[in-house]
């Protein structure tokens, strides 16, 4: 079964960091560019960060933008979000998803979340 | 940067009802790279239909997407009830995407 399974969420001190990981397994991982979704408690999905399969191109979400960075191990089916200088508003459940090239680059598969809680 | 406007927030209806669901951007897009994603709470976004109209393998023919110059929209013919869920438009352009706020549909 195509899955890919987050972990590494947690409770983490306003200004703190975190790494969030993201396994991919029963496809090949290395052919697929990644996303990073989030979804603070109430509100929508808010797109994260995006890198293409050989982690030549990576882009962010101005909210974002200078404090996380998204990063891959395509040797282990994985992809990372290297998170600092987190701030309240990101306390949110975030997803990893597969991205389909092929498919206009939509997200087919995605990840059961992680949660990160941001506060004192 | 484009800005995808779902509506309505909220959609009451009762099984059996046709749901119609908007996503307005706010600058002319391409239907190429618009998708539409159910979600439910504490479960994983499910991809439905990309192309704007091309519906996933999987995904009964009750769901059907289209557009219209910057519209789209998402329409779910006889709702039944695992279809009770918020629904999301996406859209790619030059390796950064959009998510619209969502429209939940709910039970009336």
């Known amino acids: 079964e195509v899955k890919l399974v987050e972990s590494g969420g947690g409770l983490v001190q306003p200004g703190g960091s975190l790494r969030l990981s993201c396994e991919g397994s029963d496809f090949k991982f290395s052919t697929y560019d990644m996303n990073w979704v989030r979804q603070a408690p109430g509100k929508g999905l808010e797109w994260v960060s995006y890198?293409?399969?050989?982690?030549?191109?990576?882009t962010y979400a101005e909210s974002v933008k200078g404090r996380f960075t998204v990063s891959r191990d395509n040797a282990k089916n994985s992809v990372y979000l290297h998170m600092n200088s987190l701030r309240a508003d990101d306390t949110a459940v975030y997803y990893c998803a597969r991205n389909v090239r092929a498919w206009n680059y939509c997200m087919d598969v995605w990840g059961q979340g992680s949660t990160v809680i941001v506060s004192s | 940067e484009i800005v995808l406007t779902q509506s309505p927030d909220t959609l009451s209806l009762s099984p059996g009802e046709r749901a119609t669901l908007s996503c307005r951007a706010d600058?002319?897009?391409?239907?190429?790279?618009l998708s539409w994603y159910q979600h439910k709470p504490g479960r994983a976004p499910r991809l439905l239909i990309y192309?704007?109209?091309i519906r996933v393998t999987g995904i009964p023919d009750r769901f059907s997407g289209s557009a219209t110059g910057t519209d789209f929209t998402l329409t779910i013919s006889r709702l039944e009830p695992e279809d009770f869920a918020v629904y999301y438009c996406q859209h790619y352009d030059s390796l950064r995407f959009a998510f619209g706020g969502g429209t939940k549909v709910e039970i009336k």
């Open positions: 890198i293409t399969n050989s982690a030549g191109s990576t």
């Open positions: 192309d704007a109209s």
């Open positions: 600058q002319r897009v391409s239907s190429r790279y």
